[in-house]
């Protein structure tokens, strides 16, 4: 199957441990219920159904959306795919956590 979307190695990175922390606390079944609603809105920024909400007015590239706890920030201004560059719990340091992903 052929992505809509595209995700960096960090955004990999940080499903993984989304994965691995669901999986442990929560069991297979939350962690499929999680990983399809994440699928799901990947498929919905691709497609242009998500509002654009703009990150900061120093990264005006860099738009943002939220699935349950996490921030999903993604780049599509001027793309064929938008790019998935971050999926970070809401208690993370977001700031700290994009620092070197742009």
Known sequence: MIESYI????????????????LKEWGES????????LTNKFNHIAKGH????QFSAV???LSVTKYRFH???????DLNKPIVIG???EKRNIVQQLKNRL
């Open 7 to 22: 995700l960096t190695k960090d955004a990999e990175k940080d499903l993984r441990g989304i994965a691995f922390y669901t």
């Open 71 to 77: 921030y999903i920030f993604y780049l599509e201004q």
């Open 50 to 53: 998500i509002p654009q909400h």
């Open 87 to 89: 999926v970070i719990h």
């Open 30 to 37: 939350a962690f499929q219920k999680y990983k399809s609603g």
């Open 59 to 61: 990264f005006p590239q």
